[in-house]
T-cell receptor, first 114, second 116 residues
């Protein structure tokens, strides 16, 4: 199906484990983003990518790693999960011209770190 | 640093009535974009309306309109003829991209409930 998808939708992991959240889009959008959503904070940008092999830090990048070997995929890895990383994670994409372009969001992944 | 403030954590409105959601922001930039996004209970966020800061005319999309006051750094969303399907979390967002620096700042959201 066309659009932006995330997997898994729900994940429970233990402190210290590595976990990867997947994001896939079918529009060939150049830009992709990872946000986390926490009560009282709205959405905060973790990382974004302007194109394949180009990534940059957002507002809250510590503890996260991203890669973008293909335009359509933008996985987010928590190398050693901590309880503070319990959150809902949203992936988004946008067309190449950022000025005024809306972002298209995935359905989210609810991650619980125990 | 840019900030976006939504001072109303929760609001409710009767079906068919009008409601206004507030958003203020702080920036020293002159050219930027503002957005309202809607996040229904199903969680997938969608764009409601956008406003270019260089345009004086307020954006309108069907029942949704904004009151953009650039000098006051205010960007409120008005929903007319509210419908039950408007029940959602609404986020105001600020966007600026220049010289390799990207800023997309969201407010903390306003939870709107439309009552039958």
């Amino acid at each position: 199906d066309a659009g932006i998808t995330q997997s898994p939708r729900y994940k429970i992991t233990e402190t210290g484990r590595q976990v990867t959240l997947m994001c896939h889009q079918t529009w060939s959008h150049s830009y992709m983003f990872w946000y986390r959503q926490d009560l009282g904070h709205g959405l905060r940008l973790i990382y974004y990518s302007a194109a394949a092999d180009i990534t940059d830090k957002g507002e809250v990048p510590d503890g996260y790693v991203v890669s973008r070997s293909k335009t359509e995929n933008f996985p987010l890895t928590l190398e050693s999960a901590t309880r503070s990383q319990t959150s809902v994670y949203f992936c988004a994409s946008s067309e190449s011209n950022l000025q005024g372009r809306e972002q298209y969001f995935g359905p989210g992944t609810r991650l619980t770190v125990t | 640093a840019q900030t976006v403030t939504q001072s109303q954590p929760e609001m409710s409105v009767q079906e068919a009535e009008t409601v206004t959601l507030s958003c203020t922001y702080d920036t020293s930039e002159n050219n930027y974009y503002l957005f309202w996004y809607k996040q229904p209970p199903s969680r997938q966020m969608i764009l409601v309306i956008r406003q270019e800061a260089y345009k004086q005319q307020n954006a309108t999309e069907n029942r949704f309109s904004v009151n953009f006051q650039k000098a006051a750094k205010s960007f409120s969303l008005k929903i007319s003829d509210s419908q039950l399907g408007d029940t959602a979390m609404y986020f105001c967002a600020f966007m600026k991209y220049a010289s390799g620096t990207y800023k997309y700042i969201f407010g903390t959201g306003t939870r709107l409930k439309v009552l039958a």
